[in-house]
């Protein structure tokens, strides 16, 4: 599993959200969402991406990046 399907579900578990509703905001099936999550889909667009990030309530590179970058020192 990689960095962005960890980070699509965590920011959707810690929100509450369920796949159902994130899958609704995006247009595709509950299904297409619980695949992006487990890496079953690898190559998610970047329109994807951004949409996810606006559902997530985070940014596109916070999904796609090690969480060391965003860390205030």
Same mark, same amino acid.
């Given at each position: ?5 960890? #980070?699509?579900?965590q920011? #959707? +578990? @810690? +929100? ?6 994130? @899958? ?6 509950? @299904?297409?969402?619980? #695949? ?13 991406i @951004?949409?996810l ?17 965003? +860390?205030?020192?």
């Amino acid at each position: 599993m990689s960095i962005l399907n960890e #980070r699509i579900k965590q920011r #959707r +578990l @810690a +929100l509450n959200l369920t796949l159902l509703y994130v @899958a609704e905001q995006l247009g595709v099936k509950e @299904a297409t969402v619980q #695949r992006y999550e487990s890496g079953d889909i690898k190559n998610i667009k970047h329109e994807t991406i @951004a949409q996810l990030a606006e559902i997530l309530d985070c940014s596109p590179a916070y999904l796609m990046e090690s969480a060391f970058l965003y +860390l205030k020192l």
